[in-house]
């Protein structure tokens, strides 16, 4: 009997403590299940909430151009970091759009008083400005035109980059084209301009003419410019006289041959590759609308250019013993350069329609008619403006050719 009651009691409790750890290692996988879904769920918070302070603190340092102060704090806190030396700075702020800017400027077509404006706005609106002094090479060899666009492209933006050069096709040799701008007046006007200014200069200085042309000969300097056309020499005849439409034609060599061609791709070239060509017997409005379009490089250039200072930089330009071929020259003239007309005209058009489109309220005067024999060639050209123009050589006397002395 107490053997057995001993052996029962022995496996009762044997039984119990079965039980007991049974329970126990129950209670201990319970608890190790739990752990993992409670480490997930706190390890999923904690990444949301690093990914998130990351896209604010991007955020935020892409907006400021740099890094918020709190981190430039803590690395001053924690010693100098070679962040910068590893990954070299941070990237710049967003560039204006156009930021790359060519004014291929046509001779004698009001480009140094455009050039004058310009000098003053790069200071005043922090963009570079490059200015080329080489006006007497407006072709370039192909290697050439490669150097110069090249040299271009690696100015620091925002730029504008000007130069006496006919257009250059970028995109040909795979380089980001440019925007580009440029001014031309009457050709005649010009072609006249051009003449004296060669021969005698302008008032900044008496000497300025032999220094620009000091190889001149006095017999070709004192040659009568009704001479010069009716006798046909030739730098009053084709190709000389085929001035303006090479420089938006291009490098091509036919464009340098006055015809139905070089005007087409002119005009092809205008209306794909610039921004606005203006014409100088309105200048007031081509300000106006290079500021309506290029307000980070031309805000504030109509009241320079109004400016009393202004005028007073530009009193010494304009060109001296200036005077007006015969009326028989002028019509002679006027036949040697009709693709010369046809393309100003045409630009005029596009400047108008651009007005238009824009909603300009002019400031330059209109138009008067034409004299009857410039009628009777269909020529277009505007009579002189009434305004105070006397101060820049390329501006005095925009259209005096068209009136008989």
């Given amino acids: 009997?107490?053997?057995?009651?001993?052996?029962?009691?022995?496996?009762?409790n044997n039984n119990q403590t079965t039980n007991h750890v049974r329970e126990r290692n129950n209670r201990k996988y319970s608890l190790l299940s739990a752990?993992?879904?409670?480490?997930?769920?706190?390890?999923?918070?904690?990444?949301?909430?690093?990914?998130?302070?990351?896209?604010?603190?991007?955020?935020?340092?892409?907006?400021?151009?740099g890094p918020p102060k709190i981190l430039l704090d803590i690395r001053q806190y924690l010693g100098e970091s070679t962040f910068l030396d590893d990954h070299g700075p941070p990237a710049p702020n967003v560039l204006p759009f156009p930021s790359q800017v060519v004014y291929n400027r046509v001779g004698k077509c009001g480009s140094r008083t455009v050039v004058i404006l310009l000098r003053l706005l790069a200071e005043k609106h922090q963009f570079n400005l490059v200015s080329s002094d080489i006006h007497n090479k407006t072709r370039l060899t192909k290697h050439e035109q490669v150097d110069l666009m090249?040299?271009?492209?690696?100015?620091?933006?925002?730029?504008?980059?000007?130069?006496?050069?006919?257009?250059?096709?970028?995109?040909?040799?795979?380089?980001?084209?440019?925007?580009?701008?440029?001014?031309?007046?009457?050709?005649?006007?010009?072609?006249?301009?051009?003449?004296?200014?060669?021969?005698?200069?302008d008032w900044r200085g008496e000497q300025n003419h032999l220094i620009r042309t000091p190889g001149m000969k006095d017999d070709e300097r004192y040659l009568d410019i009704n001479v010069c056309i009716l006798e046909n020499y030739p730098e009053c005849s084709?190709?000389?006289?085929?001035?303006?439409?090479?420089?938006?034609?291009?490098?091509?060599?036919?464009?340098?041959?006055p015809g139905v061609w070089a005007l087409e791709r002119a005009k092809q070239n205008v209306q794909e590759n610039y921004l606005l060509v203006g014409i100088l017997e309105e200048l007031e409005d081509v300000l106006l609308l290079l500021e309506r379009l290029l307000p980070h490089y031309f805000t504030g250039v109509l009241s320079i250019y109004q400016s009393p200072d202004y005028k007073k930089m530009g009193n010494m330009t304009g060109t001296v013993r200036k005077h007006t071929p015969t009326l028989e020259a002028l019509q002679v003239l006027y036949h040697r350069m009709r693709y010369e007309y046809e393309f100003y005209n045409f630009i005029r058009d596009q400047f108008?329609?651009?007005?238009?489109?824009?909603?300009?309220?002019?400031v330059s005067q209109p138009p008067a008619h034409s004299p009857?024999?410039?009628?009777?060639?269909?020529l277009r050209t505007p009579e002189p403006l009434d305004e105070d123009e006397e101060f820049d050589t390329d501006l005095?006397?925009?259209?005096?050719?068209l009136v008989h002395p």
């Fill in 352 to 362: 108008h329609l651009m007005k238009k489109k824009i909603g300009l309220k002019s």
């Fill in 372 to 378: 009857s024999f410039l009628r009777e060639l269909a």
């Fill in 1 to 12: 009997m107490m053997k057995n009651f001993s052996s029962s009691s022995l496996h009762s």
């Fill in 150 to 201: 090249k040299n271009i492209s690696n100015i620091p933006q925002p730029f504008l980059y000007t130069r006496h050069v006919h257009f250059l096709n970028f995109t040909r040799f795979r380089i980001e084209q440019p925007v580009y701008i440029n001014i031309i007046r009457d050709p005649i006007n010009r072609f006249l301009s051009n003449y004296f200014f060669r021969r005698f200069g």
């Fill in 396 to 401: 005095e006397d925009a259209n005096s050719w």
């Fill in 238 to 257: 084709n190709p000389r006289v085929f001035y303006i439409i090479p420089y938006f034609c291009g490098q091509h060599p036919q464009c340098r041959e």
């Fill in 35 to 65: 752990l993992p879904l409670r480490f997930s769920l706190r390890g999923y918070g904690f990444c949301m909430a690093t990914l998130f302070l990351f896209c604010f603190a991007s955020l935020f340092y892409q907006l400021n151009g």
